[in-house]
């Protein structure tokens, strides 16, 4: 990934370092957080090399969300290919995903974060289309995702083993760069477009 900070009024987004790993642990593997992970539980070794490896992927730009110097969420963004025909220009979707400090919420940090990093991809690296899937029960993730301008595609009736749950179902959100320009982008900064 290249070395990008992004700052919001309140945080400051940039790359995840070795040393916030263990913090990252301390709310990743609480169970009101687990509770909507695939991954429930991650050994930290392991957990420890994914970012590892996610620091030297150029198409990872996956950013730890800080407060006052403190990690309080991740936002992960990784670019990939759409779906097409031969000839389809590479790399313009990214695949969107986020996990924050049940200790923080409330405030609208994630949703900041997601925005950011969201307007990031778009601004920055051209993303076209980016997606995003959640547990539908997941109330606080469908919020952000809709908060940030993405559109619900997809409702999978029973399509997810959930532990505690059995076969629920889940979300797919969406968001098209263009989109993103003529409705979420304007109202995140409506002075962008010389509005009072």
Known sequence: MENSTVRTERLELRPVRDDDVDRILE??????????????????????????????????????????????????????????????P????????????????????????????????????????????????NLASVRILEKVGMRREQHGVGESWHAELGWVDGYTYALLAETWHREAAPQEHPNALGRP
């Open 90 to 137: 590479p790399r313009t979707e990214a695949q969107l995903g986020y996990i924050f400090d049940p200790a923080y919420g409330g405030h609208g940090y994630a949703t900041e974060a997601v925005s950011a990093v969201v307007a990031y991809a778009i601004d920055r690296l051209g993303i076209r289309r980016i997606t995003a899937g959640c547990f539908a029960d």
């Open 27 to 88: 709310y990743r593997n609480l169970p009101q957080v687990t509770r909507w992970l695939l991954r429930t539980q991650v050994d930290p070794a392991s957990f420890r090399a994914v970012w590892r490896r996610a620091d030297a992927d150029p198409d990872d730009h996956s950013m730890a969300a800080t407060l006052d110097g403190v990690v309080i969420g991740t936002v992960s963004l990784e670019v990939v290919d759409g779906m097409g025909q031969p000839g389809m």
